[in-house]
C-alpha cells in the first residue's frame, strides 16, 4: 500500500501489515483464498489460461457476495459506510 501513512493520517486509523509468508497473521484473507477462489479456480490453476474479462467477473462475483464478518453487508456497503462515518464522524442507513 503505497500511500498508507496519508491514509492513517487522513483517517486516523491504525494500520497494520501482516508479515511475509506468515498467513496466521492474516486468517480471514486465507479463508478466503482456500474457500472462495478455489470455488472458481482449483489450486494448482494457472490463471495465465484465463482472460482479464474472466478474472473481472469472478473478482465481482466474490465483492458482490455478502461477508459475515462485515454483518451480511457486500465489501463495497461496508466501505461506502466506513468512509461516510469517517467523513462525517456519523453512520448513515442511506
Known amino acids: 500500500m503505497a500511500q498508507h501513512a496519508q491514509l492513517r493520517i487522513q483517517t486516523g486509523l491504525p494500520l497494520y501489515f501482516a508479515d511475509p509468508r506468515s498467513p496466521r497473521q ?3 484473507n486465507e479463508n478466503i483464498n482456500r474457500l472462495l477462489l478455489r470455488q472458481h479456480f482449483p489450486t494448482v490453476t494457472d490463471v495465465t489460461r484465463y482472460s482479464r474479462v474472466d478474472l473481472e ?7 458482490e457476495r455478502p461477508s459475515k464478518t462485515l454483518a451480511f453487508k457486500m465489501p463495497a456497503e461496508a466501505m461506502n459506510e466506513l468512509l461516510l462515518t469517517t467523513r462525517t464522524g456519523v453512520a448513515t442507513t442511506s
Open 57 to 63: 467477473e469472478v473478482a465481482k462475483t466474490l465483492n
Open 26 to 28: 492474516r486468517p480471514s
